[in-house]
C-alpha cells in the first residue's frame, strides 16, 4: 500500500492511526459488538468514514446538529443573488454579442 486514504471531510491525508481505525472499523462492520467496543472513527449509516484528527474533533464538537428549517429571508437573499447573477451574466453575454465600432 502506497497511498493513504484521503480525509472524507477535507481531502487531507489521513493519519496512519486514521487509517489503521477505518481499516479496522471497516473489516468488523459484520461483528458489531466487536466494532461497538472499539469504534471511535464516526459512522454514516454504519459505515465507519476515513477522517482525519483534526476534521473528526470537529464532527465531534458539533454532533448532530438539530434540523435547521431555512428561515424565508435567506432563501430570499439567495434568490436576489441568482437573478443579480443572472443578470450579470446576461450583461456579459450582452457585452460579448454587441457590435462593436
Ligand atoms: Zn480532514
Redesign the pocket.
Known sequence: MTELCR??????QLEPAQQLRFLVETDNLDNPAYLSHIRALPSVKGRPIP??K??QAQIEAAPRRPVVKLQPKPVAVSGLLGALGALSVGLLISGLFAPRG
Open positions: 480525509c472524507w471531510s477535507c481531502k487531507g477522517v482525519c483534526a476534521c
